[in-house]
């Protein structure tokens, strides 16, 4: 059984910054990536940030240069700090892991969290 909690979001006003944070828990299994997606009201979800097993990052294009996504290889917990932010980064911010147990691979989903920002 894993378990993919979320923690923090929130309100800030335009400019601020938040942490989120996504620890993955289980056993017999390793992670091959972890990343952030969000859904804006009316919108799809979309990927944000991924950051593999191997180290690589993918951001989203609007967000390069504000948001960092990091791992914490201990702990199985993935964070994605949130600078600059911006009205259109509202939304509703989901972490997913990939994780593999053997040669087969599963996605699981956290709670997702409101990130909302307002002045």
């Known amino acids: 059984q894993v378990k993919v909690v979320q923690s923090g979001g929130g309100l800030v006003q335009p400019g601020g910054s938040l942490r989120l944070s996504c620890a993955v828990s289980?056993?017999?299994?390793?992670?091959?990536?972890m990343g952030w997606y969000r859904q804006a009201p009316g919108k799809q979800r979309e990927m944000v940030a991924v950051?593999?097993?191997?180290?690589?990052?993918h951001y989203k294009d609007p967000v390069k240069g504000r948001f960092t996504i990091s791992r914490d290889n201990a702990k199985n917990t993935v964070y994605l700090q949130m600078n600059s932010l911006e009205p259109e980064d509202t939304a509703v911010y989901y972490c997913?892991?990939?994780?593999?147990?053997?040669?087969?691979?599963?996605?699981?989903w956290g709670q997702g969290t409101q990130v909302t920002v307002s002045s």
């Open positions: 950051l593999t097993s191997g180290g690589s990052t």
């Open positions: 289980g056993s017999s299994f390793s992670i091959s990536q």
């Open positions: 997913n892991a990939v994780v593999s147990f053997g040669y087969e691979e599963y996605d699981y």
